[in-house]
């Protein structure tokens, strides 16, 4: 916390000044590329049982989420905000992670002692890597020819040349590793060993453990500083001690910790390093944070078992699996406007649709989309957020689609028979529609003027003119 010195008066002079300066300078960012949002929790996309991973492709089109207790990987549109396939893998999926070159995705089965390798262009799994064991998480080196694989039961990495699909070392590291986080630079890999209290530093080209330090009892998840954060930190979850400890990412020296709710399992940090949300898995919840000054910020109530947490690559949301819920709960950071759907790419492959290679190219660099996309200075301190959102619709809601310029999501309701339009902005219905016997499925035209609701009971397709409300 920041030391308080000098007169009141003059305190409260210049803090009304700075706020004063900042909001005048965020006015005018934001009329002209994108308006903040005070991040809350605006909808839980239903997925398979029991969902427990989460990770977004570096593009920021769609996410992955692995169902550990029915064997499949739920692919979520971030355009839909709804599962646009599901696909088999291993036994007890845990961690999950899409390559930065976009074309494949692994995926940990931690009872079968294997990782599924998830073809992104035809969302089909072509084959799985044996390693044995217990693989828990996976992280990418950012040119994707190594994955770096936590062990949980033989208390080693797995390494894994991409080009073999191959171990091709095994790094012995402390007791039950389980997080794992690769710096921005691709240099060092970080792992938190659950068993022992400690952190492992592997250096990638040497592929061994140059360091261990200790840490809080029971470590579970870790996350570098983004590159363009204004620090250089790195952020360790301790399970048992309900803290966050953090630590200097250049040369790992100690730099504080703060406290949180009970039991924090996982920590996502927003693309400019601002913000930092703790998953606190027994108080069902989820704790945002300045991940500069270490300040609380708010705290979002979620149903029981919130267990993961991704943050997308460009900041405008968080999703959070939801384990007794079998949802991902989507949480809303920031509006996203032309500026930035210039350069962010288009919705996510389907079946068939591209190659490998096409999906490959068709993505600029990350460092080019960085540059092309303005954010607020480092300077810029997250405001606190308004109260969670509740919107309720129709009887059974189970499926959604929002308008190309996200301004209104349809909402199907199964029991109901009918279809809510809502105002994102708002958070409210502005129309209920009757449509056919038990809708099971909505899609909104590529234009943006027709809804499509298939109607499974009566065997129709409701076909209605979005109006107004696009």
């Known amino acids: 916390m920041s030391k308080i010195f000098g007169n009141f008066k003059v305190l409260c002079l210049f803090t009304v000044t700075f706020i004063l300066s900042v909001f005048m300078a965020l006015s005018t960012h934001v009329s002209s590329s994108y308006a903040f949002l005070t991040p809350r929790l605006t909808r839980n996309i239903p997925v398979g049982s ?51 070159s976009l074309t494949f995705a692994y995926v940990c089965n931690t009872a079968s002692g294997n990782i599924s390798l998830l073809n992104m262009a035809t969302l089909t799994k072509p084959l799985n890597i044996n390693i044995g064991g217990s693989p828990v998480n996976v992280v990418f080196t950012p040119n994707s020819k190594f994955a770096f694989v936590t062990n949980i039961h033989n208390n080693e990495v797995d390494v894994i040349n991409t080009v073999q699909n191959a171990v091709i070392k095994r790094i012995g590291v402390g007791k039950e590793p389980q997080g794992i986080a690769i710096s921005p630079n691709g240099k060092i890999v970080l792992v938190t060993n659950a068993g022992g209290s400690s952190v492992s530093i592997i250096n990638v080209s040497s592929l061994s453990v140059i360091r261990n330090i200790r840490t809080g009892k029971n470590p579970t998840s870790i996350a570098f500083s983004p590159s363009r954060s204004s620090v250089r930190y790195f952020y360790v979850a301790s399970g048992k001690e309900n803290k966050i400890y953090v630590y200097n990412a250049k040369n790992f020296s100690f730099i504080t910790k703060f406290k949180t709710l009970s039991d924090p399992s996982s920590i996502g940090l927003t693309p400019n390093g601002m913000m930092i949300f703790v998953v606190n898995y027994q108080n069902m919840a989820v704790e945002v944070f300045n991940a500069v000054h270490f300040n609380h910020i708010k705290t979002i109530n979620l149903p029981t078992g919130p267990i993961n947490v991704a943050v997308s690559p460009y900041g405008s949301a968080a999703l959070v699996t939801v384990t007794s819920a079998s949802s991902a709960a989507f949480i809303r950071i920031k509006k996203v406007a032309a500026a930035y759907a210039q350069v962010a790419p288009a919705s996510p492959v389907v079946p068939g649709a591209v190659s490998p290679a096409q999906a490959a190219t068709a993505i600029t660099s990350p460092t080019a989309q960085a540059s092309a996309i303005p954010f607020p200075s480092s300077n810029y301190i997250p405001q606190p957020f308004g109260e969670v959102a509740t919107v309720y619709t129709g009887k059974g809601p189970t499926a959604e689609a929002i308008t190309p310029d996200g301004k209104y999501l349809y909402v199907i309701n199964t029991q109901g028979s009918t279809l809510s339009v809502i105002d994102v902005a708002k958070d409210e219905v502005v129309k209920t529609i009757k449509v056919g016997g038990y809708p099971s499925a909505v899609s909104i035209s590529p234009d943006g003027h027709y809804c499509f609701v298939v109607n499974s009971n009566s065997n129709t397709v409701t076909i209605i003119s979005t109006g107004n409300y696009y």
Not at 86 to 94: D, E, F, L, Q
């Open 50 to 100: 029991f969902p427990f991973g989460v990770a977004f492709s570096p593009n920021g089109s769609y996410a992955l989420v692995t169902n550990a207790d029915n064997d499949t990987v739920s692919v979520v549109s971030m355009t839909t905000k709804g599962v646009v396939a599901s696909i088999k893998v291993g036994s007890h999926p845990t961690g999950v992670a899409i390559a930065p």
